[in-house]
């Protein structure tokens, strides 16, 4: 049990469009789901915690407009990138928990801007 | 802000040897995870071990970790080739309410 899904897999879209990734726990209902990028060859930086129905947390110097996170059910995330750019060229991971020890990781998105 | 500290940054070995790896962070925390990563895929939870455990054991994998060093090890036995993965440690701090903070990894490779 505990598997989490990710769609896309990867994604190439163009500068200054908006790209949607989809983060689902697949046979559990998560409480909280993370949003993580991780550059080549770096670590997992977070971005942001999000819990069903309430507005997700923000780490410092992530720009809450620009990346959009709707936790609308206790199984599914979204990540909106509005008006990508390549620099927000990454791959994306999410993870999922159901009780505050462990989390779930995603396979990721990569998500390339042209 | 990445707390968690892995040495060495790369490590390679022959098949068959074992491969350790350590991590240092500067918090409390309520627990240490360790996660495996290969090239351009997801997470795989490899071992979580709590604040007040000493050691811990899954298989080939055995963790240690010192409070009083604030500081974890990853010790992998008889490598094996398909161990050949980025490591990563990340502490659940106290009081981050679940958040993980990872460190900057480690890469292993593992010669066949």
């Known amino acids: 049990g505990a598997v989490v899904s990710q769609h896309p897999s990867w994604v190439i879209c163009k500068s200054g469009t908006s790209v949607k990734i989809e983060c689902r726990s697949l046979d559990f209902q998560a409480t909280t789901m993370f949003w993580y990028r991780q550059f080549p060859k770096q670590s997992l930086m977070l971005m942001a915690t999000?819990?069903?129905?309430?507005?997700?947390?923000?780490e410092q110097g992530v720009e809450k407009d620009k990346f959009l996170i709707n936790h609308a059910s206790l199984t599914l995330s979204t990540l909106t990138v509005t008006s990508a750019h390549p620099e927000d060229s990454s791959f994306y991971i999410c993870?999922?928990?159901?009780?505050?020890?462990?989390?779930?990781f995603g396979p990721g998105t990569r998500l390339t801007v042209t | 802000s990445q707390q968690g500290e892995e040495d060495p940054q790369a490590l390679s070995i022959q098949e068959g040897e074992n491969a350790t790896m350590n991590c240092s962070y500067k918090?409390?925390?309520?627990?240490l995870q360790w996660y495996r990563q290969n090239s351009g895929r997801g997470l795989v939870h490899l071992i979580l071990i709590r604040s007040n455990e000493r050691e811990k054991h899954s298989g080939r994998l055995r963790v240690t970790l010192d409070t009083s060093k604030k500081s974890s090890s990853l010790l992998i036995t008889a490598s094996r080739a398909a161990d050949t993965a980025s490591y990563f440690c990340?502490?659940?701090?106290?009081?981050?309410?679940?958040?993980?903070?990872f460190g900057k990894g480690i890469t292993l490779s593992v010669r066949p």
């Open positions: 999000s819990n069903e129905g309430s507005k997700a947390t923000y």
């Open positions: 918090t409390s925390i309520n627990n």
């Open positions: 993870s999922a928990t159901k009780d505050r020890y462990e989390q779930y």
């Open positions: 990340a502490t659940d701090d106290t009081g981050a309410n679940s958040k993980l903070t």
